[in-house]
């Protein structure tokens, strides 16, 4: 006879439905709402289906500066990511060897995530304005964000280079490679899923943020910022279609992300049985 589930099991299965539920279920409602007939409301029943609303975004009428925050949260997103890549690469493979202060700097790296990312805001907002400098989303806006994705990216890279077999760049040294060939052929290629997975952290941190832009982007609002602006003056379905692309960008950009890692990885896998038949022959 089969053995019989325990009632736990069942119980912890429900428990996960109901997390699935809490989880996705807000965004699922948005979709369905974004695809409100012309004469639809902001809650259910549906009055009608169609894409009016997603045109509306496009249009004359629409509501906000969406195509602008949205060229503005792209581009900046863009740029967090690479800078994020670059400076945890870096401090990464500096870390990989002990030096003095080495704890306190490691500390004092990561000491942004637990600041309230609203006070970070304001911190950076006070320090432009004694400076006589003007806030932008370009230039504090940067700044403030990079507070937020630069200790994970951090994280990312320490646990990926924690696990970094060093005998590949012994192997390197040995067969005659300069520091630079062994970091550039050897160790980068390695690590590049991490570094991917870090760039696909830093774009998604910053496409997403909020309270710690919301005080240093100046005139100019970022997609966040304006779709938080809309909940207080849009009452149709706009705001739902907004919803509803801002997260298939995200959905996109981390499918690429993964397929990139996926592609690398089987590269790797069909090279090494490639030489592994080559030696056996």
Do not use: C
């Amino acid at each position: 006879m089969e053995d019989k589930r325990p009632w736990t099991f069942y119980a912890f299965a429900a428990f996960f439905t109901l997390f699935v539920l809490f989880l996705y279920g807000p965004m699922i409602v948005i979709y369905i709402l974004s695809f409100q007939g012309p004469s639809g409301g902001m809650t259910f029943p549906l009055n009608g289906v169609s894409l009016h609303w997603f045109e509306a975004l496009i249009s004359q009428t629409r509501v906000g500066d969406i195509a602008g925050s949205f060229q503005r949260s792209i581009g900046l997103a863009v740029l967090v990511a690479v800078i994020t890549v670059v400076v945890s690469v870096l401090a990464g493979l500096a870390f990989r060897r002990r030096f003095r202060g080495s704890a306190f700097a490691f500390y004092f790296a990561i000491a942004s995530l637990i600041m309230p990312g609203l006070f970070v805001g304001l911190g950076i907002a006070l320090t432009f304005r004694l400076l006589g400098l003007e806030t932008s989303w370009f230039v504090s806006g940067l700044g403030a964000q990079l507070t937020w994705t630069l200790p994970f990216g951090l994280l990312i890279m320490f646990a990926i280079l924690g696990r970094f077999n060093r005998s590949y760049e012994e192997a390197a040294t040995d067969l005659g490679a300069t520091s630079w060939q062994k970091v550039r052929e050897v160790t980068l290629p390695i690590l590049l899923p991490g570094i991917i997975g870090v760039a696909l952290f830093g774009f998604t941190l910053s496409y997403d943020e909020l309270a710690r832009t919301a005080l240093t982007a100046g005139s100019e609002n970022t997609l966040p910022l304006e779709i938080w602006a809309m909940t207080t003056n849009v009452t149709s379905p706009t705001l739902y279609a907004v919803g509803a692309v801002t997260t298939i960008v995200s959905f996109i950009v981390i499918v690429i992300a993964l397929s990139s890692i996926a592609f690398i990885q089987r590269r790797r896998a069909l090279g090494a049985r490639g030489e592994l038949v080559t030696a056996t022959e």
